[in-house]
């Protein structure tokens, strides 16, 4: 039972982490990087995120790497 506490409370923290993050992102502009697509027509908006995509994949990627290396280190 004290795993499933342990487990709780880590989920719990990074999704508090994940929202201040993205929380912060929306603050700063992080929207509009070069490579993202718009189109504005008349009666039309089409946004899509690619390059915001594809950095965020490879900090969540990098981030996760990290994570999964500390953690076999520790025991």
Request: glycine share 14%; aromatic share 10%; hydrophobic share 55%.
């Amino acid at each position: 039972m004290a795993d499933l506490g342990k487990m709780l409370v880590v989920a719990g923290l990074a999704l508090a982490a994940l929202g201040a993050l993205i929380w912060g992102l929306g603050r700063i502009g992080f929207r509009g990087l070069p490579g993202d697509l718009r189109y504005e027509g008349e009666h039309v908006r089409v946004y899509v995120p690619l390059m915001t995509c594809l950095l965020l994949s490879v900090l969540l990627t990098a981030g996760l790497w990290l994570w999964q290396w500390w953690s076999r280190r520790q025991g």
